[in-house]
């Protein structure tokens, strides 16, 4: 089975081992991490350097906007690790999530995290995001192979 790390389990269901600003940070990718800046200065970042992250309940370095998500502070006051706990899933927070991707991806994975529990849920998760052409690991919005250019449009 897979080891879990914990501070990869967002609360949200938006698995952080498949996060391409994780894997970036994680494989110190500086190619990697200039071309998603662009995209992610709309979710806080201010520089590259903000292109790091080592999970969304790191006691480390967490990427911006994970900082101070509101879905974290929910499940911080009601005292839960995860959505998956909470019996008004799926909220308004959630129903209103800036991200129409992200949105769609915490709507299938509470209810998958909920049924499989945290082991299988995290297992699915990183074999989710597997190129079946030739079996390179990807991340969570990639939409074709680094390696062999297959498309890929898995959320």
Not at 14 to 33: Q, W
Not at 131 to 152: D, I, M, Q, T, V
């Amino acid at each position: 089975m897979v080891n879990i790390k914990k501070e990869l389990l967002a609360p949200c269901g938006l698995y952080c081992g498949v996060c391409r600003v994780y894997i970036a940070h994680r494989d110190n990718n500086e190619k990697f991490k200039q071309e998603l800046f662009p995209f992610f200065q709309a979710w806080g970042a201010k520089s590259v350097d903000d292109i790091a992250c080592r999970g969304c309940l790191s006691d480390g370095i967490v990427f911006p906007f994970c900082q101070t998500c509101s879905i974290k502070e929910c499940i911080k006051n009601k005292e839960f690790e995860s959505c998956c706990q909470c019996n008004d899933f799926p909220c308004s927070v959630i129903m209103n999530w800036p991200s129409p991707g992200g949105k769609k991806v915490m709507l299938r994975a509470i209810p998958r995290w909920r049924k499989l529990g945290t082991e299988k849920w995290v297992d699915e998760e990183e074999k989710r995001y597997i190129c079946s052409n030739c079996g390179n690991s990807l991340y969570r919005g990639a939409r074709e192979c680094n390696l062999c250019k297959s498309p890929f449009d898995l959320i």
